[in-house]
């Protein structure tokens, strides 16, 4: 069979949930294509070549242009079996399942795509409408991803320090997660579970990367301490082979907190920074996301890090139901007090809450009273603020991070606007001290080119 694999968006990295699949369905024998539709275009004659079209979906950004890929597909033929893979590929299903996509499987996909297109090379008939398992975490081994049917480097996310840049590979040491935050897509599919990569198909893979030019690696597991005697196995042994490679993770506020002990370790062998999701300064809220730390911890979490010269680059979530004007000015002097404008992508400034189909929140008792009608087009539940001028106040933010990013505006720049119309609605005549901005826009800490979201 021939089997086009199309990626749409994985932050701005070369798609590992691309490769991974064409490297298992290779193995089983399958003539396999990979195209990046964030770099590349969709050509019909790519289409015309295939038997079979896998959609990567890991993230809502992916799902949301994947129903687009799959629409040009189906439009182009109507008859080519399409399946979407991956964390949300059963969110929007009523509008996918037997109309856009023939399967549909999340979790654990490799094996369920190849005994899929091994069912259509044996002439079985698309299962349109067919029901997938949801997860599947069994001892199916890892196959080493196909990197050579990628793009190369270049044209993604590259590690921005000391006034250059550096090409950046992506790999995952784990799959799933086994914390259950209320607003994360992950506990939906996984349910708490965690499936390791084996430290030595983890090398390989950072092996292929490297001749490939990368300098840095990005571990993007959910948590990459949730098996964290595994993680430091992987580190060892990648510094070992590759001591000049620098490399960042995430992981949530508990865990470096809890791992202590670990993180001078881990800044010897190259960790330049971490992804936190603090969320907000709100600990009801933190509470309410079920996110197990308090805003007090996530302090000390910076503090903890910074001791080992490794920084904190967070990620906010500062719109919700619950929030108010005094949350959102109180996360921006929590930005000032501990030295984070220049570590903030200005994209976290306007992040509004999503509810796909499946999330946790959504049986809270908190959000019943703000919940409103699915959206299949934006491919969550609508939700209103307590205080219907946060909703407004949240479009005027996205709005004007959007334009300040595309015209390449400092973050620091940014953060000034951000605090002043927030400051602003809230009433306050306020502004940041001036010296805290200015070396927040200058000083060069370690950053991916690419902003995270979504």
Known sequence: MRVLLLSTYELGHQPLHAASPAGAMRDAGHEVRCLDLSIQ???????????????????????????????????????????????????GRDSTVGVLADRVIAGEYESGLVAWVDRLAQGDAPDAGSDEPTIQLGHDPFVLPARDLLPELDGYAHLAMDGGERKVGYVEASHGCAHECRHCPVPVVYGGRI?????????????????????????????????????????????ERWPQLTFDVTTKVEHVLERHDIWTEMANSGCLFVVCALETTNDLILERLDKGHTTAQAVEAIDILRAHGIEVRPSFLPFTPWTTHADLADMLNFIVTNDLIANVDPVQYSIRLLLPEGSLLLAHPDMKPHLGPYDSEHLTYTWRAEDPSIDVLQRRLGSLVEAATASGEPAGATFLEVYRVVMEAAGHRTSPPADLIEAGSTEGRPRLTEPWFC
């Not at 090398?203 to 595994?230: K, S």
């Open 41 to 91: 275009k969709l050509e019909p004659a790519r289409v015309d070549w295939a038997d079979a079209v896998g959609i990567s979906v890991p993230m809502h950004t992916a799902m949301r242009l994947g129903i687009k890929a799959a629409k040009i597909v189906k439009t182009h033929n109507r008859e080519l079996p399409v399946c979407f893979y991956g964390l949300y590929a059963p969110v």
């Open 195 to 239: 499936r390791l990569v084996p430290a030595d198909v983890v090398v390989a893979d950072v092996e292929q990367l490297v001749r490939m030019g990368a300098e840095h690696i990005t571990f993007g597991d959910p948590d990459f301490l949730n098996g964290w005697r595994h993680s430091l196995r992987v580190v060892r042994a990648i510094h």
